[in-house]
């Protein structure tokens, strides 16, 4: 089988020099500073940096862009719980399909190549957004992978039929079960109910986790508990856990190496978490953002990720991954070089493990999914992250990104 596209003249991260990328169908199939096989197509990357595809771990396909409909009014969680339950009542498939395209677009041409969105299935909204989001999955398969994740956000124990809509829902075709368990009023039994669905769908698990800046007890262990009993090692993935922020060094150090030998993984979620955490501290306000630059020293696997785009739970946004990176870095003060790599393997490689997807990355035998950004270093694109972004799904160009900026200064006139 020819080569179907080849890369040249391309910086990788890590890499001295410039290198070339053979790609055979959807998959890399060399990695190398010269390729002499000719390609169907060669694509020169000029000088530029190349990248793989961005992973947005955790988004809310079916909460974004609600913003014109309803502004924050005091910004709380409280608020964008009980408020955003009021305008699901309204929610069709044709609103979260309108709106859903748009902020898959953004992200395709963002450069983001692999999703997991949560899908809100409960008594009220029963699946109309699993009615709205599935067709979405295959509609755009094209340039983007989206997983779905069932997910109970109201609660279980206190909605009484939800486990029957999750499973109704997951017949139709969720790739992953979820909750948030905080929301519960008995959250230990909200667990269990969703390993038990687990293990009946035999698909992997993944919970909103120790978000709320509260005095409740950490729920990580009884998910540890659950993961081993269960056997469900490498099968869970949790997202938010900003109380990780607030152990104290030896707790969460002792936190890591259970989340590492269970292989458990952790999304932290900037834009959302600095946005709603510590709003009681009334000075030396904390961050609030899980520390998965040290989950990750530890051997943790950690990304990052949107969550959501532009409602009452984080009034800001656009899809872009790279934006995401920027935040964390700037949160977490990470600042050398090395941390800049970090920082964009949770935004790329570790994010796909995280959900999951191991065959991922610029290396043979992967799935071609890539972006050529213009830049020289992952540090440039770490401290601001360039427009002109080509994109390249399963071995493909499906976006391209030109921005032409223009000076125009005054005319200076010539004195006589």
Excluded at 178 to 195: H, K, M, T
Excluded at 197 to 221: G, M, N, R
Aim: glycine letters at 8%.
């Amino acid at each position: 089988m020819s080569i179907t596209l080849k890369i040249v003249d391309a910086i990788l991260s890590g890499l001295d020099g410039c290198w070339s990328i053979a790609i055979q169908g959807d998959r890399i199939t060399e990695v190398a500073p010269y390729i002499n096989d000719t390609a169907q197509q060669t694509l020169n990357a000029a000088g530029k940096l190349v990248i793989p595809g961005l992973v947005d771990g955790h988004v809310h396909l079916d909460k974004a862009l609600l913003l014109n409909q309803h502004p924050a009014q005091t910004g709380t969680f409280q608020e964008a719980l009980i408020e955003t339950s009021k305008l699901k009542h309204g929610f069709t498939i044709e609103d979260i399909q309108a709106r859903a395209r748009q902020l898959i677009e953004r992200e395709i041409t963002f450069g983001t190549t692999l999703m997991r969105s949560h899908v809100e299935v409960d008594p009220m909204l029963q699946l109309t957004a699993m009615d709205a989001l599935l067709p979405l999955k295959q509609e755009y398969a094209w340039g983007l992978t989206i997983q779905l994740a069932v997910f109970a956000q109201e609660g279980i124990t206190n909605q009484p039929g939800t486990v029957d809509w999750l499973r109704r829902a997951m017949i139709m075709g969720g790739d992953v079960i979820g909750s948030a368990p905080y929301v519960d009023p008995d959250p230990e039994q909200n667990i269990r109910i969703i390993f038990e669905l687990a293990k009946e769908f035999d698909c992997d698990v993944d919970f909103h986790l120790d978000f709320l800046d509260d005095d409740s007890p950490l729920l990580l262990p009884i998910v540890v508990e659950e993961t081993l009993k269960r056997g469900w090692q490498g099968r869970v993935c949790l997202g938010h856990m900003t109380k990780l922020a607030g152990l104290a060094p030896d707790v969460l150090q002792a936190m890591a190496a259970r989340l590492r030998d269970t292989s458990i993984s952790v999304l932290a979620l900037p834009a959302t978490d600095l946005y709603m955490m510590a709003r009681k501290d009334i000075h030396n306000v904390r961050r609030g953002v899980a520390p998965i630059h040290q989950l990750m020293n530890d051997g943790v696997t950690v990304g990052v990720a949107t969550n959501n785009v532009q409602n009452l739970f984080t009034p800001f946004g656009d899809g872009d991954v790279l934006k995401m990176c920027t935040l964390l870095a700037q949160t977490l003060q990470l600042g050398t070089t090395q941390s800049h790599i970090d920082c964009l393997e949770m935004a790329t490689t570790s994010a796909a493990r995280a959900i999951g997807v191991s065959n991922y990355g610029i290396a043979p035998g992967n799935v071609a999914d890539l972006m050529i950004i213009n830049a020289k270093s992952v540090s440039d694109i770490i401290g601001a992250a360039a427009m002109d972004r080509t994109v390249i799904k399963a071995g493909k160009i499906v976006a391209e990104t030109h921005v032409q900026q223009v000076l125009l200064p005054p005319e200076v006139s010539s004195s006589v």
